[in-house]
């Protein structure tokens, strides 16, 4: 499984931004895939989920209702889209996926349950 993030850059707070995760390597309709994001000198948090098999989802309280997870069959692709950006969003955004045939639960916001995971991809957003 290979996994390609992309669209990180310089925001303005209030702007939005779109990343995308690019999967090839497997089929990924058994596939949950997850966001996460690493701000300056802190860990590494949870973002968002998307399972692949029925597109349910889970969102990390700090973005709910500003941050949308999708994903496009035909170009085996996932994206985070985000709106509504504050310097708070600012990080290295990583895209990871894991098998999971079983629906989208509490351990999918663990970092730890990840096998694959992208390169970073930076998300700078400007006050």
Same mark, same amino acid.
């Given at each position: 499984v290979?996994?390609q993030?992309?669209g990180?850059?310089?925001? &303005?707070?209030?702007g939005?931004?779109?990343?995308? !995760?690019?999967a090839?390597? $497997?089929t990924?309709?058994? *596939?949950?895939?997850?966001w996460?994001r &690493?701000?300056?000198?802190k860990e590494?948090?949870? %973002?968002?989920?998307?399972?692949w098999?029925?597109?349910?989802?889970?969102y990390?309280?700090p =973005? #709910?209702?500003r941050?949308? =997870?999708? $994903?496009?069959n035909? #170009?085996?692709t996932v994206y985070l889209?985000m709106n509504s950006l #504050?310097?708070?969003?600012t990080?290295v *955004?990583? !895209?990871?996926a $894991?098998? &999971?045939? *079983?629906?989208?639960?509490?351990a999918?916001? $663990?970092?730890?349950?990840y096998?694959?995971?992208? &390169?970073?991809t930076l %998300?700078?957003v400007s006050?």
């Amino acid at each position: 499984v290979q996994l390609q993030a992309s669209g990180g850059g310089l925001v &303005q707070t209030g702007g939005p931004l779109r990343l995308s !995760c690019a999967a090839s390597g $497997r089929t990924f309709s058994s *596939y949950v895939m997850g966001w996460f994001r &690493q701000p300056p000198e802190k860990e590494r948090e949870f %973002v968002a989920a998307l399972h692949w098999s029925d597109s349910s989802t889970d969102y990390a309280d700090p =973005v #709910k209702d500003r941050f949308t =997870v999708s $994903r496009d069959n035909a #170009k085996n692709t996932v994206y985070l889209q985000m709106n509504s950006l #504050k310097p708070e969003d600012t990080a290295v *955004y990583y !895209c990871a996926a $894991r098998r &999971q045939f *079983y629906h989208l639960s509490s351990a999918n916001r $663990r970092s730890e349950a990840y096998d694959y995971w992208g &390169q970073g991809t930076l %998300v700078t957003v400007s006050s």
